[in-house]
Each structure stands twice: as structure tokens, then as C-alpha cells.
């Protein structure tokens, strides 16, 4: 038991002493001197609680991507009828229970329908996104496929995830983390960003952009109490805009979407001198947008952005150059936010902000600074305390605890954890309950000098005895701890890696390494009474 | 070099004695805790109930504007009956708002409520810092509730399994019940002084747990040590002379980490206070449980000195047998 052959003893210091000088960078990271750069450098980060920062779970409805699918389908399909040769003519589209079904008029076109169809109806690869039925010959019913659903869904969070990104990128913001969580969330993770309003502005924005023509023929009267004519649909101005509090109808077919831009800045209207956005076309919607514009010359056209009317121009003359000017009561930021989020594109779904969490870097400051305070004092009393009731073992304890703390931190760097306010409390809690297991061991060594086995036998019997009881406590902490870090979210998961990691290190110093260092000092001391 | 002992040697202190008026008073304890619990209710925090939490320092003034900031919030729709306070420095308050029931199904709801209060607080004291925000709307909040229970139920339940598999089943139950007392009576806690019951509170129950845990097990070795050295030994008996065998190790040990946790109650920051409080009460309440609660169950659950000797198996006595014909 306490035979420590010359390997053994090598191998035991050169994993300390390896797990010690991982904690390195990160102790010195506090201070002025600098770790030098050749060497690796693992450092514990400081969780967003300690360094400040903001932490923000944004959710979207997959029922809007089914229904956005559904609309798509339907534009598809309306495309496809229309354009065979000759044209299949069918009567009312119906979107109800989430799936599309329209009427053939004439039942006889029913292959020439279903061979058109097919092809719309298969996702990449070969995933079958939809299902065709057909009700009383003629009723052609396309219902979604869970698979394709599902497939949707991904896809959409896939391109959402992509868009929050880009749009956070161009804030300028330090080492931001952006993480896809479950089906339909995202973590954003900004560290030092104490005011995260401009961020949730810029990501509550679809940015969805499109053009249309004005309805002129529509009577303001109708307008007013939302009846659109036919052909037209009516769009509400947006909040801040000129004309706030009224809505416009526009026509629904012809306009332009702004998913074929390449770029949007903030600029000045060189007449107004107000801000606005100037966007650019790719070479196709150039095409389209001087098509349009040419065609309505001295009309007015609706500048829509997520369903609310901007304002609403006329085209003076044919816009050729690919290149528009967006105009709406915009102050410089807003344009600018506006500009950013049309570069970095649409997000494909709404995105709601569910959970937030920001803590300012001065408060985060003070929770360090008091959290270590606290730790330090209590180590003292710890300390002083295991030395009083235990001389030369609780040197030895001591010793084992300070390295524990230390390899805690190493460990931590090499995994690249995160260190949370929780965090500190669980290394306190691990200094508390570090010393248990020496506690244990000496208690123990106690007892059998008192019923009075010789030192050796006391001291091996002591560490034998002991160990199965501290065996068993650390496997049922260990099985809380990793429960705590499954359910736990952000700072609790930085507790639960703090303990249980703690578990292991506790057990290797307390138990191993002291053993390593009673069994020297017997040996060569051979002391013939144990103060103890 | 005379060094300090907590605990005489040989103590002999009767704790079985008592085990049937103590066993009376914890079982009340507990059915009190869980009456507390379902009449009182618990003091949800913004984790668990939606709505935010806000930390603000009111930058260059002496005091922060309690009951001027608590009339600013009430003009607010969908406040409700905020909760403000005073939190660490006499300028720095914290501002609670619960999401109201209805606001259950609104995913932005506390977002937006989080965007009026701070423009608020901003109109009428430019000088105000923002300190913390926490902000949860209904759904995550209902998910963490949710989470949190199964947790726990987990928790309890997979280390009763393995005490089980590593003693014998009375000691699993004897775990098992421990750990309901400690919970119950942290619980029926938070519910009678209505302190805010959070996340961090999850993660104290849970530390909690594992460390009263330790106690227990602790105890349940010595115990499983001394049925098999002393076969004779009535099993009450047994049982007093173990809790005293390892009563040096429980309060070195609680003590020890009552004074590594005690300087962050005091010294530490505001905002781990409840998280290191209910610590320190599940020290109480979870060494009491390994000496009151886990041992004495094993005299009911009948736990005798025949529990740890290997049984014999029934191929064992035919095999026996069929020699004994030989």
C-alpha cells in the first residue's frame, strides 16, 4: 500500500506538475507579466457573467415555415398550370389545414397535372417533400411530408443561423458565439456588449424587401376600412414613417423582391440631404427592377420592408443601373441598420428573443474580485483549521488542496471551459469538500493507532479503510454533477463542471498524492509515534 | 506539538435513543414543508416564473429612487406589482417583474416589457447604469420549471440505484429517504421566508444532494464494516456505535465547509447569496439526515447482521447436498 516504486513516483509528479502549468496562462492572464507567445497558452474563459456581456436565445415559429413552404407551393404550382402547353386550368386554390388542393376544371388533364407535378415534389436528394392524393377525380390534394417538413425547418435555421452571423459580424462586435440550439434556437453570446438593444433591433429585422406598384385606382375610402380591390392588397405604413397610422393597396403580382441584391449602404439623398439606403441589384433584378421602372414611368411604386410600407416614390424616369435608393424617414443609424441587415440577407423565419441575459463589465468586475476575496479567506481558515487538528497530516492535506485548486484550473484551460459566477461558489464548495477525503483518511488513522496497530499498519489501514467510503461519496456526487450539467443552462453548467471536475482532482490529490508523501516521510523518518 | 480534537475520543452518545420522537418531528417537518409548499407556494424567480430581472446603479446620487423608480414601473403595462429593492450599494436596486399569466404564450412579451422598463428608467435618470439584465419569457421559463423537476427526480433516483447495488436495497431506501428529506424541508424553506427560488437554487439543491450524500454514505460504510466484525452485536447498538465511530469525520468535515462557505456569504458577490445560503442550510439539514434519518430506517427496513454475508445460491445447496449423499 505504500510501496511507491521510482516509475510510479515520476509519473504521478509529471502529471501534476503538467496539469499545474496548464493553470498557468490563465493565473497569469490577472497580472502584468506576460506568458511568453512560443509556448501554447490554454486559458479558462470567463463566462459572460464575470467578463460582462450579453446572452440571447432566439426562437422561431416552424409553423411559419410550413406556411411560407405552403405559399411557395402554391406559386409554384399556379406557374407550372400556366405555363403547360396547353394551359391546365384549375379553379380555387385552398391552403386550409396545411395543404394545398385546387380543383382540375377539366378531370381528363389529370396525368399531364400529376407529371408536371412530380418534380415539385421532391426535396434535394431524395427526400419526397410532398404527397399527391387525389379526392373524386378531379380534386388533386398536395400535403407536406413530415420528412420534408422536418427538412424545411433545418434548412431555414441552417440559412437563420448564417444571416445572425453575418449581421452580427458587422457590428463589429468581439468574438461573438452563435450557436444553433435544438430544433428552433439560436444562442447569441457577445462578449462587452453591455446594451444589447441595437443587437436585438438588427436581429428582430427579416429584412424582407420587395417592390411593388400602387394600386391608384384604389378609393382612399376603401383603403381606409381595409377592402382592397381585386388584384390588390392592402400594406400599412410603417411606425415613425411620414405617413404613420395609414395603410396603402398595392398590386400583389408584378413587383420585385429585394433577394437579388449585392449590396446596401447608408448614404444622403443628395437633394434632401436626408439619410437613405442605396442598394444594388445583381445583374438579373438590374434587369427587372429598369423593366419596371420603365413601364411606370410618373407612378408610384411601395417600398415594403417586413410588410410595412417604407414610403412610397414615384419612378421620375426608367432606373437603368441596377442601383436604388430606399427613402423613409431614416435617421443614420437606422439606415444604417437597415443597410446592414439587406447586405447580410433575409432571415428565412422571425426570429423572437426568448431569453436574455446581460451583465455590465463593471459588475462583472466586482463578482470577481469579491468572489476571490471570499475563496481566499476561506481556503485560510480551511487551512488553518486542517493544521490545527491534524499537524503534519494537515500540512500534507493543505498542500494536496492547494495543488487541487490549481489542477482544477488547469484542467478547466485544456478543456477551454467557462468560469461563472456559480463557478466560484463550486470551487469554494471543492475546497470545503476536498478536505473531506483526507479528513476521512486521518480520522481514521486515528482510530487504528488507538486500538493500536504499529504506525505503518495504522497509516495503510487508514487509507485502505477510508478509500472505499470516499470511492462511494465521489461516484454518487459525480452522477448530481453530471446530471446538474445536462439540465443546467450557461453560468449553473460552469458549477457543474467546477465539481466534477473537482471530483477527480480531489480524489487524485487527496488521496494519491498525500499517500505519495506519508510514504516518503515513513520511510524516512520511520517515526516510531504518529501525531495525528 | 498537542493538536486540537473537536470530538473526544470514545464518545458514546446515544443517538438511536431518540429515534422515534425524532423521526416524529422530521416526518412533520417534512409534511409541513410540502403543506408550505402547495398552500404558500414558491417565490419563483424570473427563471422560473418569466419576466425580468434588472440591476441598476444610479450613478453620482447617494440613494437610488426607490419608491419614485417603483411608481415610474407601475405607469408600465404588464408590469403588474413590480419588486424593487435596494441590492448591494444604498444607489443600486434591483427591479423584479414577474410576466403576468396571460403573457404565458407571448414569446416577446418579456422582451418587450425588458426595452420599456430600461427606457423608462433611462428618461428619468440619465445617469442610471444598466448593470444586469435577465430577462425569460413564458415558454423558456415553463421549460426550465420542467427541467429543474426532472433533474432532481433523476438525481434521487439514480444514486438510491447505485447505494442500492453497492449496499444492500435497505440502504437505498435509507438514501432515498434522506434525500426526500432534505429536499422537502429545502423546499418547505424557501417557501415559508419566500425567498427567490431560482436556477441557482437547482444547482444548490443538487450540490446539496451530493454532499449530504457523502455523510450518508460515510456512515452506511461504517455500518456495512461493523455487521460484519461484530455478528452478534443487537442491531440498534450497532448502529449508535457507528454514527459515533465517524462522528469526528462528520463535523470536521461540515465544519470545514461551513468556514470555506461562510466568507461568501459575507464577502461574496450579491448575486450568488441565495445560491450559497441554501448551500449552507442543506449542510444542517443534510448531516442531520445522515445521522437521523438514514441510519435509524435501517432498524425498520430490517437490516441484520446476515445483510452483507454472500448467500447462498441455489445451485450452492444442490451441489452441497449432492456431496452430502456421496
Do not use: C
Request: proline fraction near 5%.
Amino acid at each position: 500500500m505504500l510501496e511507491f516504486p521510482r516509475w510510479k513516483k515520476i509519473w504521478l509528479w509529471a502529471i501534476t506538475l503538467a496539469v499545474m502549468l496548464a493553470a498557468v496562462p490563465s493565473l497569469l492572464s490577472t497580472t502584468s507579466i506576460r506568458w511568453p507567445d512560443a509556448l501554447p497558452s490554454p486559458t479558462v474563459n470567463l463566462g459572460l457573467d464575470l467578463a460582462g456581456g450579453s446572452h440571447i436565445l432566439l426562437e422561431a415559429e416552424a409553423s411559419q415555415v410550413r406556411a411560407q413552404r405552403l405559399e411557395n407551393m402554391e406559386e409554384a404550382v399556379r406557374n407550372a398550370m400556366r405555363s403547360a402547353e396547353p394551359r391546365i386550368r384549375i379553379g380555387d386554390v385552398s391552403t386550409a389545414d396545411g395543404q394545398l388542393s385546387f380543383m382540375l376544371d377539366d378531370s381528363g388533364d389529370i396525368d399531364r397535372a400529376r407529371e408536371l407535378l412530380t418534380p415539385l415534389m421532391n426535396g434535394q436528394g431524395l427526400t419526397r417533400e410532398w404527397e399527391l392524393t387525389l379526392v373524386d377525380t378531379s380534386r388533386v390534394v398536395l400535403s407536406p411530408t413530415q420528412d420534408g417538413l422536418e427538412q424545411a425547418v433545418t434548412d431555414a435555421m441552417d440559412s437563420a443561423t448564417e444571416v445572425v452571423r453575418k449581421r452580427i459580424d458587422e457590428l463589429g462586435t468581439r468574438e461573438p458565439t452563435i450557436i444553433r440550439q435544438g430544433d428552433t434556437r439560436i444562442v447569441v453570446q457577445v462578449p462587452g456588449l453591455q446594451d444589447p438593444d441595437q443587437l436585438k433591433e438588427l436581429l428582430g429585422q427579416t429584412a424582407k424587401l420587395e417592390f411593388k406598384m400602387v394600386d391608384e385606382t384604389a378609393l382612399p375610402s376603401d383603403v381606409e376600412q381595409g377592402i382592397a380591390p381585386p388584384g390588390s392588397q392592402i400594406f400599412p405604413y410603417a411606425a415613425g414613417s411620414a405617413q404613420e397610422g395609414l395603410s396603402v393597396a398595392v398590386r400583389r403580382l408584378g413587383g420585385i423582391r429585394g433577394d437579388s441584391l449585392i449590396g446596401a449602404q447608408q448614404s444622403f439623398d443628395p437633394q434632401t440631404n436626408e439619410p437613405v439606403v442605396t442598394i444594388q441589384f445583381d445583374q438579373q433584378g438590374g434587369q427587372r427592377f429598369a423593366q419596371l421602372s420603365t413601364q411606370n414611368v410618373g407612378k408610384l411604386f411601395a417600398i415594403i420592408l417586413d410588410g410595412e410600407v417604407l414610403s412610397t416614390p414615384s419612378f421620375n424616369e426608367p432606373i437603368l443601373g441596377g442601383s436604388a435608393q430606399i427613402s423613409g424617414s431614416f435617421t443614420v443609424d437606422s439606415a444604417n441598420a437597415l443597410a446592414i441587415s439587406l447586405r447580410s440577407g433575409a432571415l428565412p423565419v422571425d426570429l423572437a428573443v426568448v431569453e436574455e441575459r446581460t451583465v455590465g463589465p463593471d459588475l462583472g468586475a466586482d463578482s470577481i474580485r469579491s468572489g476571490l476575496l471570499a475563496m481566499a479567506i476561506g481556503s485560510i481558515a480551511v487551512i488553518g483549521l486542517m493544521v490545527a487538528t491534524y499537524g503534519r497530516f494537515g500540512i500534507y492535506a493543505t498542500a494536496a488542496l492547494v495543488i487541487n485548486v490549481i489542477m482544477i484550473l488547469g484542467i478547466m484551460a485544456v478543456m477551454n471551459t467557462t468560469l461563472t459566477l456559480p463557478g466560484i461558489a463550486g470551487f469554494v464548495l471543492t475546497v470545503g469538500a476536498a478536505v473531506d477525503a483526507n479528513v476521512l483518511i486521518n480520522e481514521r488513522i486515528r482510530e487504528e493507532r488507538k486500538r493500536g496497530r504499529r504506525v505503518i499498519a495504522a497509516v495503510e489501514n487508514g487509507y485502505r479503510e477510508a478509500s472505499r467510503a470516499i470511492y462511494d461519496a465521489n461516484v454518487t456526487n459525480f452522477i448530481a454533477g453530471v446530471l446538474l450539467f445536462l439540465f443546467g443552462s450557461g453560468p449553473i453548467r460552469g458549477f457543474a463542471v467546477v465539481l466534477i471536475i473537482g471530483l477527480f482532482t480531489s480524489v487524485f490529490t487527496a488521496v494519491t498524492l498525500t499517500r505519495l508523501w506519508v510514504a516518503g516521510w515513513l520511510r524516512k523518518a520511520r517515526p516510531s509515534e504518529l501525531y495525528v | 506539538m498537542k493538536l486540537l480534537k473537536l470530538v473526544p475520543d470514545d464518545t458514546n452518545i446515544k443517538f438511536l435513543k431518540w429515534r422515534v420522537p425524532f423521526y416524529v418531528v422530521s416526518l412533520l417537518l417534512m409534511a409541513a414543508s410540502w403543506a408550505l409548499v402547495f398552500t404558500n407556494g414558491l417565490n419563483y424567480g424570473v427563471d422560473f416564473a418569466g419576466g425580468q430581472e434588472i440591476r441598476a446603479t444610479f450613478v453620482g446620487e447617494e440613494t437610488a429612487p426607490v419608491p419614485e423608480v417603483r411608481q415610474t414601473l407601475t405607469a408600465i403595462e404588464g408590469v403588474g406589482d413590480p419588486v424593487v429593492q435596494r441590492f448591494g450599494e444604498p444607489n443600486e436596486i434591483s427591479i423584479r417583474v414577474k410576466l403576468p399569466p396571460e403573457a404565458e404564450g407571448d414569446k416577446e412579451f418579456a422582451d418587450r416589457l425588458t426595452r420599456e422598463i430600461t427606457a423608462a428608467l433611462r428618461d428619468d435618470h440619465p445617469q442610471v447604469r444598466i448593470d444586469g439584465v435577465d430577462s425569460v419569457s413564458g415558454k423558456v421559463s415553463g421549460e426550465f420549471r420542467e427541467t429543474a423537476l426532472y433533474a432532481l427526480l433523476a438525481a434521487m433516483i439514480a444514486i438510491s440505484i447505485y447505494i442500492w447495488v453497492r449496499f444492500e436495497w435497505q440502504f437505498g431506501v435509507g438514501a432515498m429517504f434522506a434525500l426526500v428529506h432534505d429536499v422537502s424541508l429545502t423546499l418547505g424553506m424557501f417557501a415559508l421566508f419566500q425567498l427567490e427560488f431560482s436556477l441557482q437554487i437547482i444547482a444548490a439543491i443538487l450540490a446539496i444532494i451530493g454532499y449530504s450524500l457523502n455523510d450518508t454514505i460515510v456512515v452506511y460504510d461504517r455500518i456495512r464494516e461493523n455487521l460484519k466484525k461484530f455478528r452478534k452485536m443487537p442491531i440498534p447498538e450497532l448502529l449508535d456505535l457507528s454514527v459515533n465511530e465517524t462522528l469526528a469525520r462528520t463535523v470536521m468535515t461540515s465544519l470545514t465547509l461551513l468556514i470555506a462557505l461562510l466568507p461568501l456569504l459575507l464577502f461574496g458577490p450579491a448575486s450568488l447569496f441565495g445560491l450559497v445560503a441554501a448551500i449552507t442550510l442543506g449542510i444542517f439539514v443534510g448531516t442531520y439526515s445522515s445521522v437521523y434519518m438514514a441510519a435509524p430506517i435501517l432498524i425498520w427496513l430490517g437490516v441484520d447482521s446476515d445483510s452483507f454475508v454472500p448467500q447462498e445460491s441455489e445451485a450452492d445447496v444442490q451441489d452441497r447436498k449432492a456431496r452430502g449423499q456421496a
